[in-house]
């Protein structure tokens, strides 16, 4: 029996070539009187024939196949799936070679554009019977139509050790389930196939049978944690009640638990109703089934960074149920990874108002907009959240791009409106928001409501190790509360000893006590992790200075100097004057900037 570990080693292993077959390469088309350009080459033609391609129609040039290639072939490394299968079609109008075929049919699903998927695979395995990815496009587009008498047909010519093969067992149950059917005795136990049995079995009516199957292989030791969530929802549905309250307190623990989780473990143990907190998907027809198996093969691929794999099989999900909005959000989600924000931004606004999952979406986008630098646009949508959903969440998000903006003033202004819709009374729910706001109160200096908020946030959340730092570190560069703010950080450290800063903050209450030796221990580990930050070897610098390795010292400055980064600026200048005159107290270092400003 494979364990779960080794089913995903081997999905991994098999995801590398999953698409390496599909890859078109300079042999399909060649120039007539070129030899095979570089990258560097390929470049600038396809960027030629692009501009080309794109003049007024008037003035059209004519595209020609190997231009359209490059086109394609530099949009697809560029992860532009919409680009490439565009001009990779129209390269297939005057070359149908088999290969070229496959790389079309693959890069029509990555686009989104079914019908097309689905036809050039039918042409593959006229080409190629028996072709992986085209084979399973066929079986996706049987179960679509619910043709279910030549789907065992189809499936069998899948191979048993390929990552479609792996799921052959599953395809099979879920075929067989719309008569009521449920024979495990194919299926292993690692947690994908467990999760599947239980929705195959809810679904056939066998609840009992899929319960005692995921009781006897469901491993906790074998299963990611991110599994858990989902498999507690199963075991509570069917009736599980002890398992899932094992699992839910598991996640309780953990740092990205909600109020979800909580309240599922809550109601569990007062014995009360659990059905609208369950978050099961519906299963109307096995197609439906049939769309969890891709996308839980999506979700293990891109765990295992086989993005474009992960696509492959999101796309496939969708194909079979285009309302399946966790699978809307991983394609996001994957295509905001590989850069293609816009494209990221269109998928999530296909998740509709009135959806469960629409306010997670839009936040998801504003988060995009604030990477293409549309500030205004984000804190739009979500001030809208706000608005029409009372969604605190959406405020808080608010303030934390008007703090990563380092516009302090208006991030604790955004903050101050979700203590006040609180009536100033913070639950642990919004603990963060203390966090946060008292991280904005630092930046302005304004260090008693900073510490109020960071103190407060440390009631719901003593065993956060970020949060005992900030507040170790604060008082350390105060120069305050400074055995306090050791026992604080030393805390953080042996929760997170391989965490940079916290090893910085270790090392600079100490230089801040005058142990200097025991500073010097830790600012150079904190080096180690972090060699590039600029505030970290400034710190070395001046406590090797303190011992009297100056030479040491001066090389750490013009370290911190040359990775400072632009908004550093009191900092740079700080180093400026000690790389002049040496180590200098803070009071004349202030002292010689004020007499600078002032000349």
Known sequence: MKTAKKVITIIGACAVGLLGGYILSEKFITPADTTSPNSATQFTIAQNYAQQWNQSAGNFVRATSYGNFLIGNFAQTEKDWDTASDHINLVLKKDKTDGLLKHAMVLAMGAGDYPKAIALSDQVLEESPGDLLATLFKVAYLFKKEDYNNIPEVIQTLKEDSIAGFIVPVLHLWNNARNGEFDTSQLSGNSFFVYQAMLIGDYAGKPDEAL??????????????????????YFAKLGHTTKAIDLYELLAKEEFANDTIRDKLAALKNNTDIADLLETPVIKTPKD????????????????????????????????NPELNNSKILLAQILSTQEQVDDSIAVYKTIPKGNSDHILAQRNIANLLVEKEKIEDAIEILEGIYTEYNDLDALIQVGDIHRYE?????????????????????????????????????????????????????????????????????????????DQAMDMILKAFTIKPDDGYIADS??????????????????????????????????????YWQVGRKT???????????????????????????????YLEEKEITKRLNNQTKE
């Open 506 to 543: 270790v090392g600079w209450v100490h230089y801040r006590l005058k142990d200097y030796d025991e500073a010097i221990d830790y600012l150079e580990r904190a080096v180690e992790l972090l060699p590039y930050d600029a505030t970290i070897n400034d710190h070395l610098g001046d406590a």
């Open 406 to 482: 380092e516009n302090y003033q208006n991030a604790v202004k955004a903050y101050n409106r979700v203590v006040s819709d609180l009536n100033n009374k913070v639950t642990k729910e919004y603990w963060h928001v203390l966090y946060a706001r008292g991280m904005a109160y630092e930046r302005l200096k304004k260090f008693e409501q900073s510490e109020d908020d960071l103190l407060q946030a440390l009631e719901f959340q003593p065993e956060h190790p970020f949060l005992l730092n900030y507040l170790g570190y604060s008082w350390a560069d105060q120069e305050k509360n400074l």
């Open 212 to 233: 005692n199957f995921a009781k006897q292989y469901f491993s906790l030791t074998e299963t990611d944690l991110r599994d858990f969530e989902k498999m507690a929802d």
């Open 552 to 582: 040491e010292a001066k090389f750490q400055w013009e370290r911190a100097l040359n990775n400072a980064e632009e908004n550093e600026a009191e900092l740079k200048d700080k180093i400026d004057l000690k790389l002049v005159y040496g």
């Open 289 to 320: 089934g049939v769309a969890q198996v891709f996308l839980g093969m999506a979700k293990i691929l891109t765990r295992e960074q086989s993005l474009d794999s992960g696509i492959i099989f999101s796309q496939l999900s969708l194909f079979l």
